[in-house]
């Protein structure tokens, strides 16, 4: 069973969620706000987590920054409306998907399934085959990723993207491609969310010894993942 961490103010909103999901299979815990919300992981940790961005005491960002600095288990945020500078900034922060108030319950229902199908594919990979690239080491057993020997901390998103990447070193991978195989869903019209995935990355790996990014964007196509020998 699925453990479902929801964090949200809106008891009317939550109460439909809770219901829609408990009839799904998951095991659903409820937290009035982000500091709840810490609270109960620190207890219990859930295999995903959904956070409203406007809540009391501890808003979603702040949940989300703390969340990240002990733990890359996935996380969903619900964001107002049209309002892009929210979704943007969730997923700067780590966040991996993101979804917009009001919406069905299904529709999270699939970004979930999506979420946990990929991170079930990968355990059903070989977790000892390990993928060294261009000073990046990505172990699949424990699911970490080292930049010349020091440890990067990515989100679950991040980490499948770069396996992705790195598993087809110098091809060049349709954002198409990548959306479908990372973040489980077709590339829709104005999503920006796989850019941004893409935009952290580069932050958090960096560029090779020459400069040039790792990952390079081919305009109007998707990205490639360039080695040394590629870069020099």
């Known amino acids: 069973m699925v453990k479902l961490l929801l964090a949200d103010d809106d008891a009317r909103l939550s109460d439909l969620i809770k219901e829609y999901f408990d009839g799904e299979g998951y095991d659903v815990t409820h937290a009035w706000n982000g500091r709840e919300a810490l609270e109960l992981m620190a207890v219990n940790m859930p295999d995903i987590v959904i956070l409203d961005v406007m809540m009391p005491e501890l808003d979603g960002f702040e949940t989300l920054k703390q969340i990240r600095n002990k733990s890359a288990v ?12 929210d979704r943007i900034l969730g997923l700067e922060m780590g966040a991996d998907d993101y979804l917009s108030k009001p919406f069905n319950p299904r529709e999270l229902l699939a970004r979930i399934k999506a979420i946990m199908r990929r991170a079930s594919q990968e355990r059903e990979d070989d977790p000892t085959a390990d993928i060294e690239l261009s000073g990046v080491l990505l172990r699949r057993k424990d699911r970490t990723v080292y930049l010349n020997g020091e440890l990067v901390e990515l989100t679950t998103s991040e980490y499948t993207l770069l396996e992705c990447m790195l598993m087809a070193p110098g091809q060049v991978l349709t954002k198409q491609e990548l959306s479908e195989k990372a973040l489980g869903r077709k590339l829709t019209m104005y999503d920006r969310s796989l850019d941004m995935h893409i935009s952290n990355l580069r932050k958090k790996i960096g560029n090779l010894e020459n400069g040039d990014p790792r990952i390079k964007t081919v305009r109007g196509v998707g990205y490639i993942f360039v080695s040394n020998e590629q870069g020099a």
């Open 74 to 85: 996935p996380v969903i945020m619900l964001t107002a409306k049209g309002d892009d500078i």
